[in-house]
């Protein structure tokens, strides 16, 4: 029971994942905590969804265009809401991702409907037999696809002029414009990136349960957990704090209670806080005056 | 008379001018103004003086309204003793929130607000014996030295003593050396303790004051409604009441009041537009952000400014 209740939960973790890379990602390079990520990952969903309705394209040719979709929403919220604020106190730009949420969580209601619909998955829920467990095939894919989009994400900040400037500007942004370093820029792609990759997530965890407008809350409450137990500045740390919530979840839905466990993320987030509040993967960072 | 004086007393008169000639709606509409402005009082405190940002007022109102259903109906205590009993709960509750956050800067407390909202709900839902979970709880209506009060006509004019109460308090405090210490803390944290002012003490007083003046809102609201249930108290109740205080205007007594009016009001004047009305509500929030990051209470500074005079509330 248990090995496969972890990899069911390593499943879980990395759709967590995708959603806290996300928000790390626009974290790191704009300063703004997006409480709307995990809507437009929906929505995102939704117009996927649509796309596979109308033009009956494959699901894999589907997830790929998630990127681009993904990469219009982000770059349009950005450019709309987020770069008018740029001068703003920052408090006023998490107000307007407040904002965001009522507009694209209602706005999906209102023009998909309340009704759940039925998501096609790419992988079957037949068993494979590794090293003696019996795995779904689909928990592999959900990881593998997770893994493909981390790799991609690591070359990209390590290899590309755009990674490492937006590296640069998420250590000192002052600094890397005298560089050279447009700003605005990093702030568009960090949008454009972060909800492309929150895309993916929303379409990973779709056919796991059934796609409606409130899918996305619980996934963000848990991606919001497991990037604050990686310390909310540390890609890597938001990618294993998001495994460790999802195999956890899985262990307490299955022995202690199921209908806490999407209030046991609101536990950990306390807990990490009061035990070590820099995360498990940074050092806590003096702020310059 | 001032200036200032004189729009307070003629703000007075006109809420207490309000209720004559409407009905049992317009009483009940103007009653749950009131009660709106007083968390819009609280999150004045919060966000405006604190800089601390909170997604899960609704956590706070829902413990206010239950603890005082609860002081009332099963304790049997008059309807203000369990008024008050509904701010010192949710107070409490408000000062445990904000302690383990207290140790980071940044967006922290906000998520750990959304995430303490959402186990209230989930605890008041499960905890049947005791709130009545599923089924809801019933709560007598209010009553005064007594008598109750059947109609929401006299009921309102509680809630604006009330309410005028608070503002007064909030206003004090406002000029308090606490208050003041807070208002320093958000402009800079690091110059506020550099100073001698401790960044924790504050915090705590902020949520936990905030969080009281919520509680006692939610106390009132349950009365008015009558029967509680989980629903009411969901996330999109905290992000109504976040959108009502930034658009209202986060930085004055008469804010907070705009603020409730326009929360109370704007589903009456969109009701309409049905399912798009949420969206219209988060929209409106952005645009407020944007280009009018001081409310509607600013518009007021704007005019006067225009014509060459200084904004209210500078001597």
């Not at chain 2, 929030?285 to 009018?292: E, K, N, T």
Request: hydrophobic residues 55%.
């Amino acid at each position: 029971m248990i090995p496969q209740l972890v990899v069911s939960g390593l499943a879980l973790g990395s759709i967590y994942a995708l959603l806290a890379l996300s928000l790390v990602l626009i974290n790191k390079a704009t300063d703004v905590v997006n409480f709307a990520q995990g809507e437009m990952a929906m929505v995102g969903t939704f117009v996927c969804f649509t796309l596979l309705a109308r033009t009956g394209l494959p699901l894999v040719i589907i997830l790929v265009l998630a990127v681009p979709i993904g990469g219009l929403i982000g770059i349009v919220t950005e450019r709309v809401t987020m770069r008018p604020l740029q001068s703003a106190p920052p408090i006023n730009s998490l107000i307007a991702t407040i904002g965001l949420w009522m507009v694209f969580h209602h706005g999906a209601g209102w023009i998909w409907g309340y009704d759940p619909v039925r998501f096609p998955s790419l992988f079957s829920p037949n068993p494979v037999n590794i090293l003696g467990a019996r795995v779904a095939e689909n928990s592999l894919g959900i990881v593998g696809v997770s893994f493909l989009v981390v790799a991609v994400l690591y070359v990209f900040f390590e290899y590309t002029r755009a990674g490492i400037a937006m590296r640069a500007a998420s250590m000192n942004r002052r600094a890397a414009q005298l560089m050279g370093v447009n700003i605005g820029r990093v702030s568009l792609t960090a949008w454009g990136l972060a909800t492309a990759i929150s895309v993916v997530s929303g379409l990973l965890v779709a056919p796991l349960t059934f796609l409606d407008f409130d899918i996305m809350f619980a996934v963000l409450l848990k991606a919001f957990a497991g990037a604050i137990l990686g310390g909310f500045n540390s890609l890597v740390g938001a990618v294993v704090g998001c495994l460790v919530i999802g195999v956890i979840e899985n262990l307490f839905a299955a022995y202690i209670s199921a209908s806490f466990k999407d209030t046991f993320a609101f536990a950990i987030i306390i807990a990490v806080l009061m035990v070590r509040p820099q995360g498990l993967f940074t050092r806590q960072i003096a702020k310059k005056v | 008379m001032p200036p200032r004086k004189l729009v307070i007393f003629l703000v007075v008169a006109v809420l207490a001018a309000l209720p004559f000639g409407l009905g049992n709606y317009g009483y009940y509409i103007l009653a749950s103004v009131m009660i709106y402005a007083m968390v819009g009082l609280s999150l004045n405190i919060l966000i405006g003086m604190g800089g601390q940002i909170s997604i899960g007022h609704a956590g706070f109102w829902a413990l206010g309204a239950y603890a005082s259903a609860i002081v009332v109906t099963k304790a049997g205590l008059p309807f203000l003793v369990g008024v008050l009993a509904g701010g010192v709960v949710a107070g409490l509750f408000g000062a445990l929130v904000a302690l383990p956050a207290l140790r980071v800067q940044g967006h922290y407390l906000a998520i750990a607000t959304l995430g303490f909202a959402l186990f209230v709900q989930q605890m008041l839902f499960e905890w049947e014996s005791f709130t009545g979970g599923r089924q809801g709880l019933f709560v007598p209506r209010p009553s005064l030295f007594g008598t109750e009060m059947q109609s929401d006509f006299g009921y309102y004019y509680v809630l604006l003593a009330i309410f005028l109460l608070l503002a007064w308090i909030a206003h004090n405090f406002a000029k308090s050396h606490t208050g003041r210490s807070l208002m320093a803390l958000r402009m800079s944290a690091v110059a506020a303790e550099c100073c001698g002012i401790p960044r924790p003490k504050h915090v705590i007083i902020a949520f936990a004051t905030s969080a009281f003046f919520t509680g006692v809102s939610g106390a009132l609201f349950a009365h008015l409604l009558g029967h509680l249930s989980t629903e009411t108290f969901s996330l999109a109740a905290s992000l109504s009441f976040l959108s009502m205080a930034v658009i209202g205007g986060l930085h004055s007594r008469g804010g907070a009041l705009l603020g409730g009016f326009y929360l109370a009001l704007a589903p009456e004047v969109l009701r309409e537009f049905k399912d798009a009305q949420m969206v219209i509500y988060g929209v409106l929030l952005i645009l407020c952000v944007q280009f009018l990051p001081g409310g509607l209470i600013s518009i007021v500074d704007v005019v006067r400014s225009r014509l060459g005079r200084k904004p209210l509330g500078t001597p």
